[in-house]
């Protein structure tokens, strides 16, 4: 059964920091491209950042400079370091995985940046 289970969302202050975290299992992990989404109230899901199987990373033109993606596939692991965090980045983050025809995501975390 596969599962991607993220964590490390939460409440912050504007300007603060949040790392989340994305283990996932079922899938070998090193084949798939991974990545994280977010959907803030009454907006479609958007793309956040997405790295590939070979460390290629891609990212949202509004998180350019403050967030990062990375992955440790020893860990089986995707993380995104979110730096100057703005009220605007409030949302639930999701993570996904995909390879070929197969997409995986995981439940969501929520991040609310709020002063």
């Known amino acids: 059964q596969v599962q991607l289970v993220e964590s490390g969302g939460g409440l912050v202050q504007p300007g603060g920091s949040l790392r989340l975290s994305c283990a996932a299992s079922g899938i070998i992990f090193g084949l798939y491209r991974t990545g994280w989404y977010r959907q803030a109230p009454g907006k479609q899901r958007e793309l956040v950042a997405i790295i590939s199987a070979g460390g290629v990373t891609n990212y949202a033109d509004s998180v350019k400079g403050r967030f990062t993606i990375s992955r440790d596939n020893a860990k089986e692991t995707t993380y995104l370091q979110m730096n100057s965090l703005k009220p605007e980045d409030t949302a639930v983050y999701y993570c996904?995985?995909?390879?070929?025809?197969?997409?995986?995501w995981g439940q969501g975390t929520q991040v609310t940046v709020s002063s």
């Open positions: 996904n995985a995909e390879y070929r025809d197969s997409h995986y």
